[in-house]
């Protein structure tokens, strides 16, 4: 116990000295520091050549970009999925708990106090032995012989480990990637929500432009099987030709039945996007609006910016290089400073006083000599595992070109076979009507018109779901691109309030 007149938690010249000794030398960080990992970007976009760039650039907007399609319903149902989502709720919850686990790591900068109070009574032997503790109280035991004494203690503890060679530091940059790394999944998570939903949105209205094809179909194939009819009951027709008309027009209901299960699964998808049992939601029939956006692609390095999966990718490589610096610091010693103040004493009424003070303050030095190369075998899991992550950005930023590249090419492609496609839907339209007139003035068969009336059918659906693709090409492209995501400031990376 060391006793001093001056203040209780006064430090000698010597420990001072050694304190300010270690803060200097302090500054010492080992491990690799960070360099965003290579990526060969090429200088446009393959498929881009030629692309109708908008006028101006940012006629998509970058925060609501499903806007572009003009539909107040998709509108509405995309902002229930940032609020309802259970994707995006997951994600925002490892975005908290990122935060807090770089709260954790930046706990380490500073020391650990600790309060601790006690009340002991136990007995003593020694010829003469005193039991005063702290200078207070009197709990002499006699002469020659053991006795009971009471100790009361009250104290508060403190511990520093000095960060002399960054490990403190290599934990707190690489929990801040790592939350870095969560908010951009965050980002992920939204814009795939919101592009699954705006893609399930605009193929249910394809599938409702569809169905009312096939219903409005059939009803033109109800005049034809009574125009059979008046033909079979003239003695025009035969009766074959009756059964071929009732057999079109049948199956021509069947299927319109049949495209309504594709809708209730679409309707049931986009239920669940929003947080929602698929009994809770219904939406009904609508025209589809053929919007297509012109999409400016940029550049492809642009896009090592504007995906979060890129973003997230990169900065797991970030975090992983930091763990590197962690395990090659433990291959140095540690010091690690430590000072007690308290009161002690016999008597409970003397132990708050000056007799009864004590403090301590030490240094502890130490290091690992061996470990049967368990240091070794953590440095070099840390820089494997850095490996694997700088190998999954690269691979990610080239599924991201693709991504785009494919996307650029289906609508290129779709909008020239869009154009061809409408023009054999126009000349089966007119195939039809020149056949039945034909079969009205006996001079064609109805087999002839049962042909031309499925190749203006099949015609019309194979334009519908060219229709479909371009849309949910429109939006791939978009996602694909980033859509509305953007990095996030180093102030929202900081911020550990959950619930933020």
């Keep these: 116990?060391?006793?001093?007149?001056?203040?209780?938690?006064?430090?000698?010249?010597?420990?001072?000295?050694?304190?300010?000794?270690?803060?200097?030398?302090?500054?010492?960080?080992?491990?690799?520091?960070?360099?965003?990992?290579?990526?060969?970007?090429?200088?446009?976009?393959?498929?881009?050549?030629?692309?109708?760039?908008?006028?101006?650039?940012?006629?998509?907007?970058?925060?609501?970009w499903w806007e572009v399609f003009n539909d107040p319903l998709l509108n509405e149902l995309v902002a229930q999925v940032q609020v309802n989502n259970q994707n995006i709720k997951l994600a925002e919850a490892n975005v908290r708990q990122a935060r807090a686990l770089t709260a954790q790591a930046r706990s380490a900068f500073f020391p650990t106090v600790t309060g601790n109070a006690s009340a002991t009574r136990g007995s003593l032997s020694g010829g003469g032995r005193s039991t005063n503790v702290g200078g207070g109280g009197n709990g002499n035991t006699g002469n020659g012989g053991g006795g009971v004494a009471n100790v009361y203690n009250v104290a508060?503890?403190?511990?520093?480990?000095?960060?002399?060679?960054?490990?403190?530091?290599?934990?707190?940059?690489?929990?801040?990637?790592?939350?870095?790394?969560?908010?951009?999944?965050?980002?992920?998570?939204?814009?795939?929500?919101?592009?699954?939903?705006?893609?399930?949105?605009?193929?249910?209205?394809?599938?409702d432009a569809e169905i009312d094809l096939l219903q409005t179909t059939a009803k033109a194939y109800e005049t034809s099987l009574q125009l059979t009819k008046n033909q079979y009951a003239v003695g025009v027709a035969g009766r074959s030709d009756v059964v071929l008309a009732e057999t079109q027009l049948k199956s021509t209901q069947a299927q319109a039945i049949d495209a309504g299960v594709q809708r209730a699964q679409l309707e049931h998808a986009i239920a669940v996007l929003m947080g929602k049992p698929p009994s809770a939601l219904s939406i009904a029939p609508a025209p589809v609006n053929r919007v297509f956006p012109d999409i400016p692609p940029?550049?492809?390095?642009?896009?090592?910016?504007?995906?979060?999966?890129i973003a997230g990718a990169e900065r797991r490589a970030a975090a992983a290089n930091a763990q590197i610096g962690v395990a090659e610091a433990a291959f140095y010693p540690t010091l690690t400073l430590s000072a007690t103040g308290g009161f002690a004493s016999s008597s409970i009424a003397n132990l708050f006083t000056l007799p009864s003070r004590y403090w301590t303050v030490g240094a502890a030095l130490a290091q690992t000599l061996f470990d049967g190369g368990l240091r070794r075998a953590q440095t070099d899991q840390a820089i494997a595992a850095y490996d694997a992550s700088v190998a999954t950005y690269r691979q990610t930023v080239l599924g991201g070109f693709q991504e785009v590249e494919d996307n650029l090419a289906a609508l290129r492609i779709l909008e020239q076979e869009a154009a061809v496609q409408d023009e054999a839907v126009k000349a089966a339209r007119e195939s039809v009507t020149i056949t039945t007139n034909q079969y009205r003035a006996g001079t064609a068969n109805y087999l002839a018109v049962v042909v031309v009336q499925a190749a203006q059918l099949s015609n019309e659906r194979t334009a519908v779901t060219i229709l479909g693709q371009r849309l949910a090409a429109s939006v791939a492209l978009i996602k694909a691109l980033g859509g509305g995501w953007s990095p996030p400031a180093d102030a929202d990376v900081a911020q550990t309030k959950p619930g933020s």
């Excluded at 530091?169 to 592009?195: H, K, M, P, Y």
Aim: proline share 8%; aromatic share 6%; charged share 25%.
């Design 1 to 64: 116990m060391n006793n001093n007149k001056g203040h209780p938690f006064a430090l000698p010249l010597t420990s001072r000295a050694l304190l300010l000794g270690s803060v200097l030398i302090a500054g010492c960080t080992v491990g690799p520091d960070y360099v965003r990992p290579a990526v060969e970007a090429p200088p446009a976009f393959k498929e881009a050549e030629g692309w109708k760039v908008a006028q101006p650039r940012d006629q998509l907007p970058r925060d609501r």
């Design 156 to 207: 508060l503890d403190a511990t520093w480990e000095l960060d002399l060679w960054g490990r403190v530091r290599r934990n707190v940059e690489s929990a801040e990637a790592g939350t870095q790394a969560s908010i951009a999944d965050l980002g992920a998570a939204t814009l795939s929500a919101q592009a699954l939903l705006a893609q399930d949105y605009l193929l249910l209205r394809v599938q």
């Design 298 to 309: 940029g550049i492809p390095s642009e896009l090592l910016e504007r995906r979060p999966d």
